[in-house]
């Protein structure tokens, strides 16, 4: 990671164009579009490696996020699954999360490998009960409209 060098006027990056943050905020910014990318690319290489070494029949399994912490020492991966009983995908996965992850961090180097921790995201079934209750509230009967015009006569 570059750190910044700084000066009397403001922030200097290695490259010398004058950043309008200061160094330790510069850091935070790297730090998290850093954490952003390792997110992403551990998210396509754990749907990858899930998409070739399991298949879940009758259910749709979709890796969602991953959200590595800071320290990228461990991995919070929400999964959504669609079709069947969740608990039972997540159980398999977190019994086999050392070899998913050794699968992983072939293709991802990073200094440290981050433990896997496989959850379950609910905000597509959730999205789809709350559309459902407001397609429910959108056939109660509604109150009568009122005509400003005939009440004025």
């Known amino acids: 990671m570059l750190h910044p060098r700084k000066s009397p006027a403001g922030t200097v990056s290695r490259s010398g164009s004058l950043l309008g943050l200061a160094g330790d905020e510069i850091i935070a910014t790297n730090m998290s579009q850093r954490q952003d990318r390792v997110n ?30 800071q320290d990228f020492k461990e991995a919070r991966v929400w999964m959504s699954i669609l079709g069947g009983s969740p608990q039972t995908v997540l159980d398999k996965l977190n019994r086999d ?20 921790s496989f959850r379950h995201d609910d905000s597509a079934e959730h999205g789809v009960s709350m559309v459902n209750l407001l397609e429910e509230v959108d056939k109660l009967p509604k109150a009568a409209d009122a005509d400003p015009q005939s009440e004025s006569v």
């Open 40 to 69: 992403e690319l551990l998210r396509r290489e754990i749907s990858a490696v899930l998409a070739k070494d399991y298949e879940w029949r009758g259910m749709l399994v979709t890796v969602n996020e991953v959200d590595i912490t």
């Open 97 to 116: 999360h050392g070899r998913i992850q050794s699968k992983v961090m072939k293709r991802v180097v990073l200094k440290s490998t981050p433990k896997l």
